[in-house]
Protein backbone atom coordinates (compact mmCIF):
# COMPACT_ATOMS: atom_id res chain seq x y z
CA UNK A 1 0.00 0.00 0.00
CA UNK A 2 1.68 3.79 -1.14
CA UNK A 3 1.91 6.01 1.73
CA UNK A 4 1.36 9.54 1.26
CA UNK A 5 5.30 10.27 0.81
CA UNK A 6 5.36 7.95 -2.06
CA UNK A 7 2.03 9.18 -3.66
CA UNK A 8 4.14 12.73 -3.87
CA UNK A 9 7.06 11.22 -5.23
CA UNK A 10 6.17 11.61 -9.15
CA UNK A 11 4.79 14.80 -9.29
CA UNK A 12 8.00 16.50 -7.24
CA UNK A 13 9.62 15.14 -10.15
CA UNK A 14 7.43 16.24 -12.14
CA UNK A 15 7.63 19.67 -10.74
CA UNK A 16 11.11 19.34 -10.24
CA UNK A 17 11.90 18.26 -14.22
CA UNK A 18 9.79 21.36 -14.81
CA UNK A 19 11.22 23.94 -13.17
CA UNK A 20 15.03 22.57 -14.19
CA UNK A 21 14.25 21.95 -17.78
CA UNK A 22 14.20 25.75 -19.24
CA UNK A 23 17.41 26.52 -17.40
CA UNK A 24 19.11 23.23 -18.89
CA UNK A 25 17.82 24.08 -22.10
CA UNK A 26 19.06 27.91 -21.68
CA UNK A 27 22.26 26.52 -20.69
CA UNK A 28 22.74 24.72 -23.69
CA UNK A 29 21.40 27.61 -26.21
CA UNK A 30 24.32 29.76 -24.67
CA UNK A 31 27.01 27.20 -24.05
CA UNK A 32 26.60 26.60 -28.47
CA UNK A 33 26.71 30.45 -28.63
CA UNK A 34 29.94 30.94 -26.45
CA UNK A 35 31.60 27.96 -28.61
CA UNK A 36 30.79 30.07 -31.54
CA UNK A 37 31.85 33.58 -29.96
CA UNK A 38 34.63 33.53 -27.42
CA UNK A 39 33.42 34.63 -24.06
CA UNK A 40 36.39 36.97 -24.24
CA UNK A 41 35.47 38.48 -27.32
CA UNK A 42 31.95 39.65 -25.63
CA UNK A 43 33.26 40.73 -22.40
CA UNK A 44 35.91 42.86 -24.45
CA UNK A 45 32.33 44.71 -26.64
CA UNK A 46 30.82 44.54 -23.41
CA UNK A 47 33.56 47.01 -21.59
CA UNK A 48 33.77 48.86 -24.37
CA UNK A 49 30.39 49.56 -24.87
CA UNK A 50 28.65 53.22 -24.33
CA UNK A 51 27.29 52.83 -21.42
CA UNK A 52 26.28 56.46 -20.86
CA UNK A 53 23.69 55.75 -23.72
CA UNK A 54 22.48 52.38 -22.70
CA UNK A 55 21.83 52.48 -19.42
CA UNK A 56 19.78 56.36 -19.24
CA UNK A 57 17.86 54.35 -22.38
CA UNK A 58 17.28 51.23 -20.50
CA UNK A 59 15.94 53.44 -17.72
CA UNK A 60 13.68 55.47 -19.56
CA UNK A 61 12.42 52.18 -20.89
CA UNK A 62 11.78 50.53 -18.02
CA UNK A 63 9.94 53.22 -16.54
CA UNK A 64 8.25 53.75 -19.21
CA UNK A 65 7.30 49.97 -19.54
CA UNK A 66 6.20 50.45 -15.81
CA UNK A 67 3.47 53.33 -16.30
CA UNK A 68 2.07 51.88 -19.40
CA UNK A 69 1.70 48.06 -17.99
CA UNK A 70 0.04 49.39 -14.95
CA UNK A 71 -2.33 51.79 -16.88
CA UNK A 72 -4.07 48.57 -18.57
CA UNK A 73 -3.86 47.13 -15.23
CA UNK A 74 -6.00 49.68 -13.96
CA UNK A 75 -7.91 49.49 -17.34
CA UNK A 76 -8.65 45.99 -17.19
CA UNK A 77 -9.55 45.33 -13.62
CA UNK A 78 -11.35 48.26 -13.43
CA UNK A 79 -13.52 47.50 -16.53
CA UNK A 80 -13.94 44.04 -15.59
CA UNK A 81 -13.81 43.65 -11.82
CA UNK A 82 -13.54 46.38 -9.02
CA UNK A 83 -12.36 49.50 -9.48
CA UNK A 84 -8.51 49.70 -9.68
CA UNK A 85 -7.02 53.57 -9.50
CA UNK A 86 -3.73 54.15 -11.24
CA UNK A 87 -1.77 54.39 -8.23
CA UNK A 88 -2.90 50.73 -6.94
CA UNK A 89 -1.90 49.55 -9.97
CA UNK A 90 1.23 50.83 -10.28
CA UNK A 91 1.82 49.44 -6.72
CA UNK A 92 0.81 45.74 -8.44
CA UNK A 93 3.06 46.23 -11.10
CA UNK A 94 5.74 46.99 -8.85
CA UNK A 95 5.53 44.19 -6.66
CA UNK A 96 5.80 41.43 -9.36
CA UNK A 97 8.63 43.43 -10.55
CA UNK A 98 9.91 42.30 -7.24
CA UNK A 99 9.06 38.56 -7.48
CA UNK A 100 9.35 37.63 -11.10
CA UNK A 101 13.44 37.59 -10.75
CA UNK A 102 13.13 34.64 -8.12
CA UNK A 103 10.25 32.59 -10.26
CA UNK A 104 9.63 33.70 -13.62
CA UNK A 105 6.26 32.04 -13.83
CA UNK A 106 5.05 34.12 -10.82
CA UNK A 107 4.12 37.18 -12.91
CA UNK A 108 0.76 36.11 -13.73
CA UNK A 109 0.24 34.50 -9.90
CA UNK A 110 1.76 36.93 -8.50
CA UNK A 111 -0.83 39.47 -10.08
CA UNK A 112 -3.84 37.03 -8.98
CA UNK A 113 -3.05 36.67 -5.67
CA UNK A 114 -2.17 39.89 -4.63
CA UNK A 115 -6.27 41.06 -5.62
CA UNK A 116 -7.28 38.48 -3.94
CA UNK A 117 -5.58 39.86 -0.61
CA UNK A 118 -6.15 43.18 -1.72
CA UNK A 119 -9.39 43.64 -3.40
CA UNK A 120 -11.17 40.55 -2.47
CA UNK A 121 -11.49 39.45 -5.95
CA UNK A 122 -11.99 35.80 -6.26
CA UNK A 123 -9.65 34.11 -8.36
CA UNK A 124 -11.05 32.55 -10.92
CA UNK A 125 -12.17 36.52 -11.90
CA UNK A 126 -8.62 37.85 -12.29
CA UNK A 127 -7.66 35.23 -13.78
CA UNK A 128 -10.29 35.88 -16.34
CA UNK A 129 -9.22 38.93 -17.24
CA UNK A 130 -5.59 38.21 -17.23
CA UNK A 131 -6.55 35.92 -20.04
CA UNK A 132 -8.46 38.09 -21.86
CA UNK A 133 -5.34 40.39 -21.99
CA UNK A 134 -2.81 37.62 -22.32
CA UNK A 135 -4.93 36.90 -25.48
CA UNK A 136 -5.00 40.38 -26.95
CA UNK A 137 -1.48 40.82 -26.05
CA UNK A 138 -0.25 37.57 -27.70
CA UNK A 139 -2.62 38.82 -31.07
CA UNK A 140 -1.23 41.38 -31.58
CA UNK A 141 2.62 40.44 -31.36
CA UNK A 142 2.09 37.67 -33.42
CA UNK A 143 0.89 40.16 -35.80
CA UNK A 144 3.53 42.20 -35.53
CA UNK A 145 6.36 39.40 -35.88
CA UNK A 146 4.20 38.54 -39.23
CA UNK A 147 4.24 42.09 -40.50
CA UNK A 148 8.14 42.20 -39.64
CA UNK A 149 9.08 38.80 -41.32
CA UNK A 150 7.29 40.30 -44.28
CA UNK A 151 9.38 43.30 -44.28
CA UNK A 152 12.72 41.17 -43.68
CA UNK A 153 14.54 39.83 -46.75
CA UNK A 154 12.96 36.80 -47.38
CA UNK A 155 14.08 32.95 -46.58
CA UNK A 156 12.55 29.57 -46.29
CA UNK A 157 12.99 29.87 -42.58
CA UNK A 158 11.20 32.92 -42.56
CA UNK A 159 8.28 32.12 -44.77
CA UNK A 160 7.61 28.96 -42.13
CA UNK A 161 7.91 31.62 -39.11
CA UNK A 162 5.25 34.04 -41.15
CA UNK A 163 2.99 31.21 -41.74
CA UNK A 164 3.20 29.76 -38.24
CA UNK A 165 2.87 33.15 -36.55
CA UNK A 166 -0.14 33.52 -39.48
CA UNK A 167 -2.39 30.92 -38.18
CA UNK A 168 -1.33 31.76 -34.41
CA UNK A 169 -3.15 35.03 -34.46
CA UNK A 170 -6.03 33.70 -36.60
CA UNK A 171 -6.79 31.03 -33.98
CA UNK A 172 -6.23 34.00 -31.17
CA UNK A 173 -8.13 36.17 -33.55
CA UNK A 174 -11.14 33.62 -34.35
CA UNK A 175 -11.48 32.76 -30.13
CA UNK A 176 -11.33 35.98 -28.65
CA UNK A 177 -14.80 36.85 -31.33
CA UNK A 178 -16.20 33.56 -30.02
CA UNK A 179 -15.24 34.18 -26.46
CA UNK A 180 -16.77 37.40 -26.73
CA UNK A 181 -19.89 36.91 -28.67
CA UNK A 182 -22.90 37.61 -27.98
CA UNK A 183 -26.12 35.20 -28.28
CA UNK A 184 -25.58 31.75 -30.06
CA UNK A 185 -27.63 29.03 -32.01
CA UNK A 186 -24.67 26.50 -31.01
CA UNK A 187 -25.76 24.97 -27.42
CA UNK A 188 -22.05 23.64 -27.12
CA UNK A 189 -20.34 26.89 -27.68
CA UNK A 190 -23.06 29.06 -25.21
CA UNK A 191 -21.72 26.24 -22.12
CA UNK A 192 -18.11 26.89 -23.34
CA UNK A 193 -18.61 30.99 -23.20
CA UNK A 194 -20.33 29.99 -19.12
CA UNK A 195 -17.57 29.21 -17.98
CA UNK A 196 -15.53 31.49 -15.32
CA UNK A 197 -12.34 31.61 -16.99
CA UNK A 198 -14.23 33.27 -19.83
CA UNK A 199 -16.36 35.93 -17.63
CA UNK A 200 -13.86 38.94 -19.26
CA UNK A 201 -14.43 38.04 -22.71
CA UNK A 202 -17.92 38.16 -22.42
CA UNK A 203 -18.14 41.41 -20.49
CA UNK A 204 -15.87 42.94 -23.30
CA UNK A 205 -16.84 44.64 -26.19
CA UNK A 206 -14.64 45.92 -29.11
CA UNK A 207 -13.79 49.02 -28.17
CA UNK A 208 -11.66 47.49 -25.00
CA UNK A 209 -9.90 45.40 -27.52
CA UNK A 210 -8.81 48.68 -29.01
CA UNK A 211 -7.80 50.40 -26.34
CA UNK A 212 -5.90 47.21 -25.28
CA UNK A 213 -3.89 47.03 -28.74
CA UNK A 214 -3.19 50.63 -28.77
CA UNK A 215 -1.37 50.51 -25.27
CA UNK A 216 0.63 47.34 -25.94
CA UNK A 217 1.64 48.68 -29.41
CA UNK A 218 3.13 51.68 -27.38
CA UNK A 219 4.58 49.17 -25.26
CA UNK A 220 6.44 47.21 -28.32
CA UNK A 221 7.17 50.84 -29.96
CA UNK A 222 9.78 51.40 -26.57
CA UNK A 223 11.10 47.83 -27.21
CA UNK A 224 11.81 48.97 -31.03
CA UNK A 225 13.57 52.11 -29.63
CA UNK A 226 15.66 50.57 -27.20
CA UNK A 227 16.82 47.55 -29.59
CA UNK A 228 17.87 49.99 -32.08
CA UNK A 229 19.24 52.55 -29.79
CA UNK A 230 20.92 50.16 -27.17
CA UNK A 231 22.80 48.67 -30.70
CA UNK A 232 24.29 52.08 -31.25
CA UNK A 233 25.98 51.93 -27.84
CA UNK A 234 27.17 48.49 -28.53
CA UNK A 235 28.79 49.88 -31.89
CA UNK A 236 26.04 47.82 -33.86
CA UNK A 237 24.62 49.85 -36.95
CA UNK A 238 21.68 48.87 -36.93
CA UNK A 239 19.01 49.90 -39.76
CA UNK A 240 15.70 51.62 -38.25
CA UNK A 241 13.74 49.72 -40.99
CA UNK A 242 15.50 46.54 -39.53
CA UNK A 243 14.87 47.48 -35.79
CA UNK A 244 11.03 47.63 -36.93
CA UNK A 245 11.14 44.06 -38.48
CA UNK A 246 13.42 42.15 -36.04
CA UNK A 247 12.05 43.44 -32.66
CA UNK A 248 8.63 41.49 -32.70
CA UNK A 249 10.21 38.31 -34.09
CA UNK A 250 12.97 38.55 -31.48
CA UNK A 251 10.28 39.38 -28.62
CA UNK A 252 8.63 36.33 -30.13
CA UNK A 253 11.77 34.31 -29.43
CA UNK A 254 11.68 35.56 -25.77
CA UNK A 255 8.05 34.78 -25.57
CA UNK A 256 8.38 31.26 -26.39
CA UNK A 257 8.09 28.84 -23.17
CA UNK A 258 10.87 26.79 -24.24
CA UNK A 259 13.83 29.23 -21.30
CA UNK A 260 13.02 31.71 -18.76
CA UNK A 261 12.67 35.11 -19.80
CA UNK A 262 13.73 33.89 -23.20
CA UNK A 263 17.57 33.32 -22.00
CA UNK A 264 19.50 32.05 -25.16
CA UNK A 265 16.70 32.29 -27.73
CA UNK A 266 16.68 35.92 -27.60
CA UNK A 267 20.40 36.22 -27.97
CA UNK A 268 20.51 33.40 -30.74
CA UNK A 269 17.90 35.88 -32.59
CA UNK A 270 19.75 38.91 -32.37
CA UNK A 271 22.76 37.22 -33.64
CA UNK A 272 20.71 36.13 -36.59
CA UNK A 273 19.29 39.26 -37.71
CA UNK A 274 22.05 42.07 -36.16
CA UNK A 275 25.36 40.03 -37.65
CA UNK A 276 25.25 41.49 -41.09
CA UNK A 277 25.34 45.26 -39.21
CA UNK A 278 27.82 44.58 -36.22
CA UNK A 279 30.58 42.38 -34.50
CA UNK A 280 28.84 38.95 -33.23
CA UNK A 281 30.89 39.61 -30.16
CA UNK A 282 29.54 42.88 -29.41
CA UNK A 283 25.55 41.46 -30.83
CA UNK A 284 25.80 38.60 -27.88
CA UNK A 285 27.50 41.21 -25.22
CA UNK A 286 24.15 43.36 -25.88
CA UNK A 287 21.61 40.23 -26.05
CA UNK A 288 23.12 39.38 -22.50
CA UNK A 289 23.44 42.89 -20.80
CA UNK A 290 19.98 43.86 -22.21
CA UNK A 291 17.96 40.91 -19.65
CA UNK A 292 20.61 42.03 -16.38
CA UNK A 293 19.97 45.56 -16.44
CA UNK A 294 16.27 45.29 -17.60
CA UNK A 295 15.73 43.18 -14.34
CA UNK A 296 17.93 45.59 -12.80
CA UNK A 297 16.56 48.61 -13.36
CA UNK A 298 12.63 46.68 -12.94
CA UNK A 299 13.87 45.69 -8.98
CA UNK A 300 15.39 49.51 -8.28
CA UNK A 301 11.10 50.67 -10.09
CA UNK A 302 9.78 47.72 -7.33
CA UNK A 303 11.56 48.47 -4.23
CA UNK A 304 9.16 51.09 -3.14
CA UNK A 305 6.40 48.97 -3.30
CA UNK A 306 8.70 46.53 -1.33
CA UNK A 307 5.68 46.72 1.90
CA UNK A 308 3.24 44.69 -0.71
CA UNK A 309 5.96 41.77 -0.50
CA UNK A 310 5.17 39.90 2.45
CA UNK A 311 1.41 39.97 2.06
CA UNK A 312 2.12 38.30 -0.94
CA UNK A 313 4.24 35.75 0.12
CA UNK A 314 1.60 34.81 2.52
CA UNK A 315 -0.82 34.40 0.46
CA UNK A 316 1.13 32.63 -1.65
CA UNK A 317 2.27 30.24 1.15
CA UNK A 318 -1.05 30.10 2.35
CA UNK A 319 -2.58 28.43 -1.04
CA UNK A 320 0.82 26.09 -1.23
CA UNK A 321 -0.63 24.43 2.24
CA UNK A 322 -4.31 24.43 0.91
CA UNK A 323 -3.26 22.60 -2.52
Not at 169 to 191: I, K, N, P
Not at 287 to 302: K, Q
Amino acid sequence: MATGADSRKPSSAIDWFKKIAPWAIAVAILYYLFKEIPIEDAWAAGRSARLDLFLPVMLAAVLLWFLIDSAAFAFLFSRFNTKLDWSEARSLRGMTYLVTPINWNLGTAAVILHLRTSKNIGALESTSTMVFYQMVDGMLLGALVALGTALLPRSPELVSLRNIVIGFVFVQAASLALFMGGSTRFRWLARIRSFGIFRSHQAAVARDVVILILVKGLYFAVFIAVYWLGCRSFGIELPPQLAIAATPVILMAGALPFTPAGLGTQQAAMIYFFAPYGDEAAILAFGLAFPVVLILFRCLVGLPYLRDLPKLRQAMAEQQANA
